[in-house]
């Protein structure tokens, strides 16, 4: 979550070059905020004394669970293509088929019980993250 969270964040950056900004557009960036804020409470409650098995509450919250980065998934797509507009660039194929397969993953997972799945995607989406990551070390966020 946090490797996520960071990498959202920086990503923002490249949102200087916008000079017009609109509710929707904003909102969008808030969505993800949300988004992120709701898995990680999923992941680690608030209360977490209370969880001692956290196999047994991913069970118990697997819909609800997988349903919060699906939801990621949408909002990425919104921003996706608003970010194209509102910088005047193409759209990355690339993050839309990523997009694309982590959506079917998460709608999978919401319909599967097998620890070996939801294991294989969590750690497809950190490797996924980590090579996002590598990625952005080379991505200058502001060019003069």
Same mark, same amino acid.
């Given at each position: 979550?946090?490797v996520?969270?960071v990498?959202?964040?920086?990503?923002s950056?490249h949102l200087?070059?916008v000079?017009?900004?609109?509710?929707?557009? #904003?909102? !969008?960036?808030?969505?993800h905020?949300?988004? @992120?804020?709701?898995?990680s409470g999923? *992941?680690?409650? =608030?209360?977490? /004394?209370e969880v001692?098995?956290?196999?047994?509450?991913?069970?118990a919250?697997?819909?609800?669970?997988?349903?919060v980065?699906?939801?990621?998934?949408?909002?990425? #797509?919104? !921003?996706t293509v608003?970010?194209?507009n509102a @910088?005047a660039?193409?759209?990355?194929? *690339?993050?839309? =088929?990523f997009? /694309?397969?982590?959506?079917?993953?998460?709608l999978?997972?919401?319909?599967?019980?097998?620890?070996?799945y939801?294991?294989?995607?969590?750690?497809?989406?950190?490797l996924t993250?980590?090579?996002?990551?590598?990625?952005?070390?080379g991505?200058?966020?502001?060019?003069?």
């Amino acid at each position: 979550m946090l490797v996520t969270t960071v990498l959202v964040w920086w990503h923002s950056f490249h949102l200087t070059g916008v000079t017009e900004w609109t509710l929707l557009f #904003f909102l !969008d960036l808030v969505a993800h905020s949300l988004v @992120l804020y709701l898995l990680s409470g999923l *992941l680690y409650p =608030v209360r977490g /004394g209370e969880v001692t098995d956290f196999g047994a509450h991913l069970e118990a919250n697997r819909t609800r669970f997988f349903m919060v980065p699906l939801a990621f998934r949408a909002v990425d #797509f919104a !921003d996706t293509v608003m970010e194209a507009n509102a @910088l005047a660039s193409e759209i990355n194929i *690339l993050r839309l =088929v990523f997009i /694309g397969v982590y959506a079917v993953a998460f709608l999978l997972a919401i319909g599967t019980r097998n620890r070996v799945y939801h294991g294989t995607v969590a750690v497809a989406w950190f490797l996924t993250c980590v090579f996002w990551g590598i990625k952005a070390l080379g991505d200058p966020i502001i060019v003069f």
